[in-house]
T-cell receptor
Framework: DSGVTQTPKHLITATGQRVTLRCSPRSGDLSVYWYQQSLDQGLQFLIQYYNGEERAKGNILERFSAQQFPDLHSELNLSSLELGDSALYFC???????FGPGTRLLVL | QQQVKQSPQSLIVQKGGISIINCAYENTAFDYFPWYQQFPGKGPALLIAIRPDVSEKKEGRFTISFNKSAKQFSLHIMDSQPGDSATYFCAAGNSTSGTYKYIFGTGTRLKVLA
């Protein structure tokens, strides 16, 4: 058990749409990391939040944004979706030691 | 300079054999090198990790060998089992502003034949 819950498991949407992915780390975990895994780009770090504040940024597009709420769950917002955004999106906790099961996004 | 090169892309090993996956990096600022195992439909799981002050770390059947001067590290899976069939990722990380950021290798798909 990674101690990370992600919803939804699967998401199918159309180009141009906006979606929100949710991550709930184990109670008490202050950090959450978001990653994108695609066939052509591999596993890439997107962004990290720590106790509600953005801590580090990776290869996150301007169309993407994230936030962490007072209860420490986090949401990754993807807007103006393109076909190339189809990927697995993971969140992780504890310095990326534990990954959640991921959300598989398919943009048609 | 930020790349981590992983090879081979895929690997087939007989049960009981040794699986070896290699990674190379360029940025000498990296100071933490984890390996992850990922099964289909699951998130990556941390398998074993090493820091550059040691040349080898062993945990059960899994060993990391680290060559700082060559900027290479490898994962050895001894007595490989069919249950080890998965995709393996190496990563290299360094800490900035109190948090680690990682660059991942492209993955090696391992299949262990029964």
């Amino acid at each position: 058990d990674s101690g990370v819950t992600q919803t939804p498991k699967h998401l199918i949407t159309a180009t141009g749409q906006r979606v929100t992915l949710r991550c709930s780390p184990r109670s008490g975990d202050l950090s959450v990391y978001w990653y994108q895994q695609s066939l052509d780009q591999g596993l890439q770090f997107l962004i990290q939040y720590y106790n509600g504040e953005e801590r580090a940024k990776g290869n996150i597009l301007e169309r993407f944004s994230a936030q962490q709420f007072p209860d420490l769950h986090s949401e990754l917002n993807l807007s103006s979706l393109e076909l190339g955004d189809s990927a697995l999106y993971f969140c992780a906790r504890e310095e990326t030691q534990y990954f959640g099961p991921g959300t598989r996004l398919l943009v048609l | 300079q930020q790349q981590v090169k992983q090879s081979p892309q895929s690997l087939i090993v007989q049960k009981g054999g040794i699986s070896i996956i290699n990674c190379a990096y360029e940025n000498t600022a990296f100071d933490y090198f984890p390996w992850y195992q990922q099964f289909p439909g699951k998130g990556p799981a941390l398998l074993i990790a090493i820091r550059p002050d040691v040349s080898e770390k062993k945990e059960g059947r899994f060993t990391i060998s680290f060559n700082k001067s060559a900027k290479q590290f490898s994962l050895h899976i001894m007595d490989s089992q069919p249950g080890d069939s998965a995709t393996y990722f190496c990563a290299a990380g360094n800490s900035t502003s109190g948090t680690y950021k990682y660059i991942f290798g492209t993955g090696t798909r391992l299949k262990v034949l029964a």
